[in-house]
């Protein structure tokens, strides 16, 4: 019966804005040209005649769009705060989601719904007002009042430009994303690369560790039998020392027991030939064993020294390098400044004051305040091995290593060596065709050592000073060709 009732309102439309019909205003719109015709019969009038209301036919008209909205149940959401109301909803207003420009009114899901199955209806426009002041959805009611004089743009168009904006903000989140999880990514390598890193150090250390803990047994199970041998070989000497001392003891005890009765003999003859015999025994034969059986027992003291030096230069051992600004013009320094070679044309080094400039000579970068051992390689002989003070002259030939009281050098020739210090230069009665020297320093002890490093290593020499300022390893190359490389111990 309502299905009915919303048909036959199609013949109560008004033929021009097929609404139903109410007062009628179309005629105002021909009030310019002075001629009025009838939508219906389209006959003309000149003046514009008086119309009545037929009020029979407008409260059948308002009756049936009652009916009809009734007919509608409605469906939707409230319109809530700052949302557009339906005009036709009783009681809770719902959301409205179109507005038609010819019923000048709007909508909900429910109330709309004849303006798309009505034929009539279907002509008017349905729009959705956004207004731009107020950024909310309007009715044109209220764009006409509240909202008069808004930037108002249909719903339509505002999604449109919302839309884009929208795929902007989409695309900017997912470059976000994608750089966030690039960093994520870059994290979680760096933390892997951080984890192989320490347990590599940590298999690394182990190794070092545990060579050094059986080089440490090994060593200590060799010289602790060398130890004992020694001293099984030296006890026994003492021993047999010891044996003649007390066989001495009681010969010299009877000889004085013979020169007490010999001191009582009456006989003068006697007495002189018995003195001069006595008189010729001497113990120096004794002292000389003596001497003997300490200077073993130092030895075996010195080789528990050397002992310990020898395990611990590996823990002792200081990361050195070259310093480039120190470099003579005729010295090029490698990729690593751990070694150095003698050029045959000078290389192209900006002008320092810290260069030396007469002299092919090189300081290292780093200062040396407590223990420290290095080794160093060589090609070819006449090497200037080195320490000295920052402070050591730069210009002339004064300022070559041991020729000042700033510096202490070892320079190798031809399998001899020469120590050097302020200006006064000593032989080394030891020889070595190795062409590997080892350096060890004990700053705060006042000692630097110098040893040749093959198999073994032999002491080149010792020296004991005091040291009032921290020492720099340095280098020198006197003939062409020659090249020098910091390396890591054996």
Known sequence: ?????LKTLDCFNCPICLDLLKDPDCWA?????????????????TPRPVLNKNTMLAELAEGLRTRRLQAAPPAGSPAGSGGVEC?????????AVKSCLACLASYCEAHIQPHYESPALKKHKLVEVFCHTDQQCVCLLCVMDEHSGHKTVSAEAERSEKQKQLVEKQRKFQQRIQQTENKLRELRQAMDNLRRSAQAAVEDSEKIFTELIESIERRHSEVKELIRAQEKTELNRAEDLLKKLEQEIADLRRRDAELEQLSHSEDHIHFLQVTSLTLSSSTEGVSLNLRLVRNNADSVLAMEQWTSFSLSRRLLRGHITLDPNTAHSQLSLSKTIREVKVEFWPQNHPDRPERFDRVWQVLCRESLTGRCYWEVEFSRNYINIAVSYKGVSRKGNQCRFGSNDQSWSLICSDSRFFFRHNNKQTELPVKSSSSRIGVYVDHRAGILSFYSVSDTMTLLHRVHTT???????GFGLYDYGNVLQICDPK
């Open 87 to 95: 005009d036709v909803c009783t009681g809770t207003k719902l959301r």
């Open 1 to 5: 019966m309502a299905e009915a009732a």
């Open 467 to 473: 040291f009032t300022q921290p020492l720099y390893p």
């Open 29 to 45: 719109e021909d009030d310019q040209m002075g001629v009025y015709s009838c939508p219906q019969c389209r006959h003309s009038f």
